[in-house]
């Protein structure tokens, strides 16, 4: 896709051609390294991992090393204070650092090489001891356990090193504890923990029970440290081969865990889709996502037994229309499951941040077990994470905020403009994790996606401010700011095509959504308040009739005139630009479109005149067209890309994307409004529901129409991804569900359409750029 064309930028910026090429430049060479980067995942190499390779000996010499080149890059590779680790300079992983070190230490010694190194190792342990104990710095998984196992391995080799007395007790007792509290769980998850810290055992598993967590690759959970540290007790030839295949491919030292290379790339995915650039390397995410499904498909190890892999790799195929089953999920469905497992006793919130992201996807009845981790997963994240003050600070506030974001804006709320705008501004292009030590990708166009994606947003913002202001002239133009009944909603309406309509070539299908967001706005404040029973029957006879010069006839009033010409004019409008984008005339059909709301609103303004109570089903099968989102979105369908024939747009398929988006709107808005709506006496479902249940408990019925609500959500994402020979193209469904997110977003508290609450995020989108700060 091409970034933006020359008068664009030209246009909007006011610079010179020479200006205008360099920038257009800068930003294709950015592109081309993005693409470039998913041929290129390399993970920083970890020297606690390094170490524990280092101190395998040669299976057919046991006084040798097996790795001996690891010992180089250990000597290369000691700071200048003596330590060894990812030299990230945050003071709260002094226990990474420590660790880190210890092992280096001991793989020197361990072979005798390297006296120097190990006296400046040494020393600083002896000046950094103290925060081993402290319970405000970060803890690398395993490190009350690997630790003081690494400690009586260096009194056992007679390593001269002060420590304080107290502190190594203390650090002993924890281990004990934790260690009798472990194997006395009799837990799959306790066992394969203490597998996975092996380092710090003295003596070694049975056999048995360590081999079964050999996984194809020859490996130990995939980690090198496990798999060096078993392998120095127990050789084996499936173990070794990993580890020097690991070599084969990094050199002199090994990262912390391989292979990653599947989750690396749907990170990367996930991280494109989230700035909002997805929609330049279409071809590359497929390419990934295709790979990753065949994989899924034949039950990868890389996939399956790692939780977070699993659950990025379940919501971005699924998302993208791959069927995949969440099966392999339910063996979380509750917080004792995943405590209990082995992804449990890793305590990563990035893992629950996957799961609780994983569980917003669904799309059927039988997926039940989702909302159980959707549920016990935001409890675990503003439990252990948002209030937990570990993460206010240093390299954990990144999570922090990604946790915050997830849980205030649910997948079924979450709009992209103001996802990449947030996402741009947290987005740590040193993304730093801590398994047993910290690790990050060394991939280099982290920060070209981020550079790229602030420029795009930008670029896209000037495009949208002119946009902008041209439809503040259309609605003057038309004198709609004439209506002194209706509400000014112009922002909301723009706001809601702008941060889901994103790109130059959606301009049409933005400002035909805003249009007729402002036209049904002002008809139904029209039929709400604004206009007598004679004057709504005129404004659907003129509709009807449709070639009507108001200016020449006095049988209407100056209300129903300017309504009927605004309405008139922007279809005719719409149906001469979508005549671009599809091969036969759809004027007709909108203004059909447009009859089927005023009817609908006619009949529910009679119901009001003569009092009459409808069920509520009547009610719902009125009210999804009422609710006025079929001229917003379907007008739009013609003017996004994909040519629709008139069959395609009358299928049972199409009728139900709508009919689920409207009831969705529809219910929501009655929820918010119920309150507002009864005591002006109008119908609502919630009224309609409390008598169909015979419940005058309003805290009884909210939860059964949310139940309804979740119901309609479901189906109209099952129909968005599901993907059919003769379905409407992809594109034009992402509409259906872009609007419900809309709908969502706006009536998360109250009825944000209606209150200036959400004023501040339009200005977000519209009006405020993004700046990087280095």
Not at 113 to 142: C, D, Q, W
Not at 381 to 400: N, Q
Not at 411 to 432: C, G, M, P
Not at 730 to 759: E, H, P, Q, V
């Amino acid at each position: 896709m091409t970034i933006v064309n020359l008068d664009h930028v030209c246009h909007n910026y006011g610079m010179n051609g020479t200006a205008i090429l360099f920038a257009l430049q800068s930003l294709e060479e950015a592109k081309e390294r993005i693409s470039k980067g998913f041929d290129q995942v390399d993970l920083s190499v970890s020297s606690y991992d390094t170490a524990w390779v280092a101190m395998v000996p040669s299976p057919t010499s046991p006084n040798t090393p097996c790795f001996p080149q690891c010992f180089d890059w250990l000597l290369h590779n000691q700071h200048c204070d003596g330590s060894w680790g990812l030299n990230h300079g945050d003071s709260l992983f002094m226990k990474d650092s420590l660790s880190c070190t210890l092992a280096c230490i001991l793989a020197l010694k361990r072979w005798g090489v390297g006296e120097e190194a190990m006296s400046k190792g040494l020393h600083y342990m002896e000046s950094n001891f103290r925060y081993a104990t402290l319970e405000k710095h970060h803890s690398p998984i395993g490190f009350d356990i690997i630790f003081p196992g690494m400690i009586e391995h260096v009194r056992d080799l007679n390593l001269n090193i002060a420590l304080d007395p107290a502190d190594v007790i203390a650090l002993l007792g924890k281990r004990d504890l934790e260690l009798e509290r472990l194997t006395g769980s009799r837990l799959p998850g306790s066992e394969a923990y203490l597998v996975y810290v092996s380092e710090g055992l003295r003596k070694l598993q049975d056999q048995k029970i360590v081999m079964k967590y050999q996984r194809k690759n020859g490996s130990l959970f995939n980690s090198p440290s496990t798999t060096a540290a078993v392998s120095t007790h127990l050789p084996n030839f499936g173990c070794l081969n990993y580890l020097q295949s690991v070599l084969n491919k990094t050199g002199s030292a090994v990262p912390t865990v391989y292979p990653l290379d599947i989750y690396a790339r749907l990170c990367m995915v996930d991280t494109l889709m989230r700035m909002g650039i997805d929609r330049y390397f279409i071809k590359e995410i497929e390419n990934v996502l295709d790979t990753t499904y065949r994989l899924w498909v034949q039950r990868q190890e890389e996939i399956v037994l790692d939780a977070s892999t699993c659950c990025m790799a379940f919501r971005l195929l699924r998302i993208h229309g791959y069927s995949v089953s969440p099966d392999p999920l339910e063996q979380f469905a509750s917080e004792k499951q995943y405590v209990n497992s082995f992804a449990g006793h890793l305590e990563d919130m990035h893992t629950v941040l996957e799961l609780q992201r994983a569980s917003q996807v669904i799309t059927r009845p039988e997926e039940s077990f989702l909302k159980n981790i959707n549920a016990w997963s935001a409890e675990v994240l503003k439990k252990d994470c948002i209030d937990d003050p570990l993460y206010l600070v240093g390299l954990k506030s990144h999570i922090r905020q990604e946790v915050e974001d997830a849980l205030k804006f649910p997948f079924h709320t979450s709009l992209q403009r103001l996802e990449s705008k947030r996402y741009i501004k947290i987005y740590n292009a040193r993304d730093v994790r801590v398994l047993k030590t910290s690790y990050c990708c060394t991939n280099n166009v982290t920060r070209d996606m981020v550079w790229f994606a602030a420029e795009d947003f930008n670029i896209c913002q000037s495009m949208l401010q002119r946009e902008f202001k041209c439809l503040e002239r259309w609605v003057t133009e038309n004198r709609l700011d004439k209506l002194n009944f209706a509400r000014q909603k112009l922002a909301y309406c723009y706001f809601s095509a702008a941060a889901t309509l994103v790109g130059p070539e959606l301009s049409d299908a933005r400002l035909s959504w805003a249009k007729n967001g402002v036209l049904t706005t002002v008809v139904d404040d029209f039929y709400d308040v604004g206009g007598s029973k004679e004057e709504h029957e005129n404004l659907l006879q003129l509709v009807e009739k449709w070639n009507v010069n108001v200016a020449a006839t006095d049988s209407c009033s100056e209300d129903v005139g300017i309504l009927f010409s605004a309405i008139h004019g922007t279809i005719l409008e719409i149906g001469e630009k979508a005549r671009k984008w599809q091969s036969h005339d759809v004027t007709s059909h909108i203004i059909e479109v447009w009859l089927d709301l005023l009817k609908s609103m006619s009949k529910e303004a009679e119901w009001q005149r003569n009092k009459y109570l409808p069920s509520l089903d009547e009610y719902i099968e009125n009210g999804y067209i009422s609710f006025a989102l079929g001229p917003i979105v379907i007008p739009a369908l013609y003017l996004v890309g994909p040519e629709l024939s008139e069959e395609v747009m009358r299928s049972s398929e199409f009728q139900s994307l709508f009919k689920h988006m409207g009831t969705l709107g529809r219910l929501l808005n009655d929820i918010q409004g119920f309150k507002r709506e009864s005591e002006a006496g109008k119908l609502n479902a919630m009224t309609l529901l409390r008598m169909q249940r015979g419940d005058n408990n309003k805290h009884e019925v909210v939860p059964a129409m949310k139940h309804i609500i979740e119901f309609h959500r479901a189906e109209l994402l099952r129909l968005v991804l599901q993907q059919g020979k003769n379905d409407l193209p992809r594109a034009c469904k992402d509409l259906f569900w872009n609007m419900s997110k809309i709908l969502n977003l706006f009536y998360l508290k109250d009825d944000g359409f209606t209150s200036d609450d959400m004023l501040e995020v339009v200005k977000a989108v519209l009006h405020e750029p993004v700046n990087l700060v280095e």
